[in-house]
């Protein structure tokens, strides 16, 4: 029989397709990421910000790892143009590097043109300085070819055959279920890593946060804080959503599922500070996530919002913190504090704000507009 943790059917998928995960089929790439002393992250869209945001707590963790880099390749770091411009200097700095990609269609051009030109570097070279991991719904794909013959493809499922649009693949349930997955996963790898855990450990890990995270979920997705967020972003308003370090990942997942939902409204969605970010208006909206609740820039953003009088809605971990003060709005994911420990404030944050693009669809339907295609298969797979 099989454990309910929500009462969000995706949420008990994305745990059902983390069990049906091998354990030797992990154990491989878990090792890859133990011992290499570099990370390359490759990915596109919201499975690059999925695997950034669980990669990024090797660098809050930094007392349990010896000199362990982690690099994507917009870092201003980054040695070179592509991974085979950048393979020479890597191979002079570290004694092993992994790039690490997730990918649920296994198509994705970033992460393969990644994969292909460190696949030219290595045959050219026969240097054994580097390997490659994939977290992939596609076994079949060519991702998932490349990698396996360089590393150790794992598969989550939970990313199905898409339709060739942008937009589907962007925000469709599918996708959801497969990057939600991979962001618990690699959380739980690294909590793992850093506590020198076997792998069997990341399924105990795992098994546990999903009962806590499907808690959260429950405990919130009703509440008359959620519900009032749901009346704003109904309303003709821009959205803007923020964070710093971790919380930008997972501010930036949630805006892409939010944003094509919007924009059929009429209105846009912004990454604060973000390169095309302007003034916010009256009656604006602005989530802000901080573990601490008093990260000064995020704190900043959240005076600014309100001079304009717009609503700040928050998730921070602490309810005395400054932001939880501030905020109109505020959902609290207790957790506590462990100096120089992975958190899993980010990946609680993640799910308990992905219910919201659904529940939006629903409202709108109840008002009888017609959404996008695109849209409304999305909704149907969230629901049934």
């Known amino acids: 029989m099989k454990v309910q943790v929500s009462s969000l059917g995706y949420v008990n998928r994305i745990k059902e397709n983390f069990l049906s995960i091998k354990k030797k089929d992990l154990a491989p790439l878990y090792e890859d990421i133990k011992t290499a002393d570099c990370v390359i992250c490759g990915g596109s869209g919201r499975s690059l910000y999925s695997l950034n945001a669980a990669m990024s707590q090797i660098a809050l963790a930094t007392a349990g790892w010896r000199n362990k880099v982690v690099l994507t390749p917009d870092d201003p770091g980054f040695p070179g143009k592509s991974m085979y411009d950048a393979a020479p200097d890597l191979e002079r700095r570290y004694k092993k590097t992994l790039l690490l990609m997730n990918s649920g269609s296994g198509f994705s051009e970033d992460p393969l043109v990644m994969a292909q030109d460190l696949s030219k570097y290595i045959q050219e070279k026969k240097s054994s300085h580097f390997s490659m991991g994939l977290l992939t719904s596609a076994m079949e794909s060519p991702l998932a070819e490349i990698t396996a013959k360089h590393g150790n493809v794992v598969e989550l499922k939970g990313r199905g055959k898409l339709k060739p649009s942008f937009e589907y693949a962007e925000t469709g349930m599918m996708g959801d279920i497969f990057e939600l997955g991979t962001l618990e996963l690699l959380n739980s790898m690294i909590e793992a890593l850093y506590c020198n855990f076997d792998v069997e450990d990341v399924f105990q890990l795992c098994n546990e946060e999903f009962q806590r995270i499907g808690e959260m979920i429950d405990s919130n997705v009703h509440s008359e804080t959620y519900l009032k967020l749901v009346d704003l972003l109904e309303k003709r308003t821009n959205l803007f959503l923020g964070g710093r370090g971790t919380a930008n990942e997972i501010a930036k997942m949630t805006g892409v599922r939010l944003f094509h939902i919007k924009s059929f409204l009429g209105d846009n969605v912004y990454i604060t500070r973000g390169v095309n970010t302007p003034h916010p208006r009256a009656g604006d909206l ?14 900043l953003w959240a005076d600014v919002l309100k001079k304009f009088a717009g609503t700040v ?6 309810k005395n913190s400054t932001l939880a003060k501030k905020a109109d709005l505020k959902i609290i994911l207790p957790e506590e504090p462990k100096p120089n420990f992975p958190r899993r404030f980010y990946a ?9 693009p659904f529940m939006l669809a629903e409202r709108l339907g109840e008002r009888g507009l017609n959404l996008p295609e695109y849209i409304i298969s999305w909704y149907h797979s969230v629901t049934q």
């Open 286 to 299: 602005e989530i802000l996530l901080s573990y601490s609740g008093e990260t000064k820039p995020v704190l």
């Open 313 to 318: 809605f928050a998730i921070t971990s602490n």
């Open 348 to 356: 609680r944050a993640a799910f308990v704000l992905s219910p919201l």
